[in-house]
């Protein structure tokens, strides 16, 4: 007994004698099916599958008043959609380029202020008319037909017809003349798929630029500055004493990755100081300057003990010894604290030969221990 493949992409047991499975009484084969029009197909499929319409509602008559005012409803909420979208890249693409930059400060610009809040008010209107627009459309546009029927298994039959009936209703909906809707509609497309894909990050702006996770503020010639913006001379300090200081940079002070430690060592410790290999230029007399940031979890390193030359981590009790690299000793760090090269400009203030020439901080923890 011959079996019928009603598998995707075959015959549906069109090509077997007999009548089709879940076909109709009538025995339809593929080449009556292709030769019927749409239409027709749509109203055999219906009849064969036991569709029983309960209501019918058109729709606004084409050319109606009813019908030009809904259209324009639809097609100013899809435009309006498709501006706020454009208004959002103009918002994240603009900054730093014809907008002002934005960066976060404790004491930031009205712009700084107000650009999340702009990405986020034109990404939820635009998201929200697109919404409006699709509702507006099925609300008032589409016809509404109310209708049951029963389920079987697919066929040849079933896929033609059903086919049929789909392409019928894209041409139902009005679509094809409604000019003014389509157009706003591949606008809006357009505009709101570049908006969500814009924050994806690195298709517009690399936040990677200039390896941030691996560089700071400190560069040849800048400054040692004091909390308060004053700058450092050899001998402001006692022996053994420990001063944080930030780079003479804007916001320089509020930039916690560049915090460091310039501590002068006490006389004994100066001639006990033994340097990582490679580093025994970076201190300056028996001044040494350390990150100020834990390599164990990013912590301040605040507490200096002066008679036995350990910095401390408040938080997990890693120490750090200064007179050999600042190298750990206790605790979970298992990473010395970067040190920065410093020497002093020609009116005798501190400043940094060089960025620390290693990453500052616990991002790059996983390292071997140096």
Known sequence: MSTRDTRPGSTGGADIEGPLHGGPDEDYTPEQLSAMSREDLDLLG????????????PGPEPG?????????????????????????????IGSGWFLPEWSWAEDGTVWSALFTPLLGLFMGLSLTL?????????????????????KHDGSHFDRVTTGATLVGGYH?????RRKLITRSLGFMGAAVGVMLLAPLGGLIKNPNTGNPLGRTSWAEGVRLLR?????????DQQPGSLETVFPAVPGGNFESDAATMLIRLRPEQTEENRPR??????????????SKICTHAGCPVSLYEQETGRLLCPCHQSQFLVTEGAKPVFGPATRSLPQLPITVDDEGFFVARSDYIEPVGPTYWNRERI
């Open 172 to 176: 139902n909906s009005g679509l094809p």
């Open 64 to 92: 109606s008043r009813l019908e030009k005012r809904a259209v324009r409803q639809v097609g100013w909420s899809f435009a309006l959609a498709g501006v706020s979208a454009l208004l959002f890249l103009v918002v994240y």
């Open 227 to 235: 909390i308060d913006g004053s700058p450092v001379r050899p001998g």
């Open 46 to 57: 219906a009849r064969y599958d036991g569709v029983e319409v309960l209501h019918v509602d």
């Open 277 to 290: 290999a490679g580093q025994s230029g970076f201190g300056y007399g028996d001044y040494v300057a350390y």
């Open 130 to 150: 697109v919404g409006v627009g699709l509702v507006l459309y099925t609300k008032k546009l589409l016809p509404h037909e109310t209708a049951v029927q029963d």
